[in-house]
């Protein structure tokens, strides 16, 4: 029934192609022999007896002159049993004396068959990667997953169920939007080649899921059968996000970013995996890295998003203890100072000629943040513990 559904919605878009390239007007019916399609627009949604005895016979009758005179809305010409897959679900006219039209028949017939099969296919194809998407949207923001529905979606996609996985988020911004825009591409055909792209570069099989969630973001949900394989991919995270980072600068001017989640025990639980994902993007964001690549085994990230780890009681409590440095006329410069010192390894020179300052100057505001907290600036525990508050308030000591 799809496949009749796919004759009716892309008839004249067939008869359109046609009329381009071949001598002949030509009319589609349906299986209940009713035109569908025509290069005479007027005669769409008319019924055309013949073409039910060509469906009833399922072989080409020809309609001369005298033949024609007997029928009503009918023309000289051939019409012939349309197929698909060995079944017989519409009717194709050629239209035009029929000694003439003969010798193109077959030619004309296997045409059409192969565009229509071609559109029916592109239609299938399209509705699997909704339904992949659907799954993956239920997957991510249903709450109350059912076994059974997510074991059904498996078995559809042929997706192990017992196998162990973790999720990439890929945020690739307003890119499709602004392509759209700009150049009028097909959504569908952008999404398609991103989609191939990552699923080569983050070498997917056939266990794992890549797809768009939404319009700003790809997901490829990635399956192991143990820990170790997870370890081993999230050491290679970051070449093969610059890999589709440089293949995706390529096609626009937008930025993306890229986070990593957790492993989980079964792809019931990915929605888990994926909000640690979300939260490395989120968070990663306000971080000035080189690569805007983010995972879990990056001890670079993992060192900047720390300080966002901390407990909100204890927080409060020590940043209670630092309200005179935080009200300081100077705490924004302050501040900077500070952190550049420790990220020196506590070396005062050092950091000094990073901040661009004379040694004595450093020296004479890290003694200022002494006397405002009554922490040691010579101290390895008091630095860390002030290094950590530090990177989590804003300019301002909120």
């Not at 079944?87 to 017939?109: F, R, Y």
């Not at 096609?251 to 994902?277: F, M, P, R, W």
């Amino acid at each position: 029934m799809r496949a009749i559904y796919g004759l009716v919605q892309h008839a004249q878009t067939v008869v359109e192609n046609v009329k381009e390239i071949l001598p002949f007007p030509i009319s589609l019916s349906d299986h209940k022999g009713y035109i569908i399609g025509d290069s005479d627009r007027a005669r769409i949604g008319t019924l055309h007896t013949p073409s039910i005895e060509v469906l009833r016979e399922k072989e080409a009758i020809s309609f001369d002159k005298e033949t024609i005179k007997q029928y009503e809305n009918v023309l000289q010409g051939v019409a012939v049993p349309l197929n698909f897959h060995d079944e017989t679900l519409g009717v194709l006219g050629i239209i035009g004396p029929p000694d003439d039209v003969w010798p193109h028949v077959e030619l004309i017939k296997n045409y059409v068959e192969i565009m229509w099969q071609d559109t029916f296919q592109k239609e299938v194809k399209g509705l699997e990667e909704r339904s992949l998407e659907t799954f993956v949207q239920y997957l991510i923001h249903d709450g109350n997953l059912q076994s059974m529905k997510v074991k059904q979606f498996c078995d559809l996609f042929q997706i192990d169920y017992d196998r162990k996985y973790f999720c990439i988020i890929i945020d690739i911004g307003d890119a499709i939007i602004h392509s759209l825009t700009k150049v009028r591409h097909s959504l569908s055909l952008n999404k398609q080649r991103l989609i191939q792209q990552a699923e080569e570069i983050f070498q997917c099989t056939s266990h794992d899921i890549c797809s768009f969630l939404n319009t700003e973001k790809i997901v490829v949900i990635k399956s192991v059968e143990r820990s170790e394989a997870y370890h081993s991919f999230m050491q290679r995270l970051t070449t093969l996000g610059e890999n589709f980072q440089t293949y995706f600068q390529n096609q626009t001017s937008n930025t993306i970013k890229i986070a990593a989640g957790t492993l989980v025990d079964t792809i019931e639980n990915i929605s888990h995996s994926y909000e640690k994902a979300e939260w490395l993007l989120i968070n990663g964001a306000k971080l000035d890295l080189a690569r805007p690549i983010y995972n879990y085994f990056n001890w670079d990230v993992l060192t900047e998003l720390f300080p966002l780890q901390i407990d909100r009681e204890f927080y409060m409590n020590v940043h209670g203890r630092l309200k005179k440095l935080y009200e300081a006329e100077l705490f924004p410069q302050l501040k900077k100072d500070f952190l550049a010192y420790c990220e020196c390894h506590l070396n005062v020179s050092q950091a000094a000629r990073k901040l661009y300052l004379h040694r004595n100057t450093l020296i004479y505001r890290l003694k200022k943040i002494e006397q405002l907290t009554s922490l040691n600036m010579r101290n390895f525990k008091h630095c860390i513990l002030l290094y950590v508050v530090l990177k989590k308030i804003g300019p301002n000591g909120v």
